[in-house]
């Protein structure tokens, strides 16, 4: 099921939400710096360029809390720069996480391969080149991964494009937990799932 308004789920609950939010790197799109005049062309602020961003604060105001069952697991995508917040807000992941009503439990760390299965070259970076991504793991209630479902934090795979997420990641995540399964900006409809987002595109589109 494909939905473009979190209204239309309105009374459903699920036992699995995960998220890849569109974390604002820049206030404007291309700029070197922040509080210059026009758009730019800097290198900066690539993820404005490609799909509409929101802030911090915008994110913990969604209504996500209303969506999850009594007992849940929550899986919400966060990047190097953005673990503490960002330059722009002092609201961080984990106080996202917990505005939609979970509590933060550990983290788990996707590692970029090269096609030889060494970590790859990494991407841009201000200090160091990003060879990593993390996913921020929180819970609601009651909610629970048993032990003979438990797994290394570890996701071992290569980049496919821009912040397309590897699917051993949603592999990893049906292992661990039952349904049902919602995914917050999905890039792609997923058999067996609820996904909302405004750039769902079938497979294929996601490569061309």
């Known amino acids: 099921m494909i939905v473009s308004d979190l209204r239309e789920l ?17 206030k404007r799109p291309g700029l070197k710096s ?11 602020g690539i993820a404005e360029r490609e799909y509409p961003t929101m ?25 190097n ?11 961080d992941p984990e106080d996202i996480a917990r505005a939609w009503g979970f509590e933060f439990r550990t983290i788990l760390t996707w590692v970029k391969t090269a096609q030889h299965g060494g970590v790859s070259g990494g991407g841009m970076g201000w200090y160091f080149r990003g060879a990593t991504e993390h996913v921020l793991y ?6 629970k991964i048993e032990s003979h479902r438990r797994e290394p934090n570890v996701i071992m795979a290569p980049a496919r494009g821009h912040s397309v997420k590897p699917h051993e990641f949603i592999e990893k995540v049906e292992r661990a937990c039952d349904g049902p399964y919602l995914e917050l900006f999905a890039r792609r409809p997923r058999e067996g799932w ?15």
């Open 10 to 26: 309105a009374g459903q609950k699920f036992n699995v939400i995960t998220a890849d939010p569109p974390w604002m790197y820049q």
């Open 34 to 44: 922040v509080g210059v005049e026009g758009k730019g062309d800097g290198v900066k």
């Open 55 to 79: 802030t911090n604060e915008e994110l913990a105001a969604m209504p996500i809390r209303d969506l999850a069952a009594d007992d849940a697991h929550l899986f919400m995508w966060f990047t």
């Open 81 to 91: 720069p953005g673990t503490f917040g960002n330059r722009f807000s002092d609201v």
């Open 138 to 143: 929180a819970t609601r209630g009651k909610a």
């Open 194 to 208: 609820t996904v909302f987002g405004n750039q769902v595109a079938e497979p294929e589109a996601l490569f061309a």
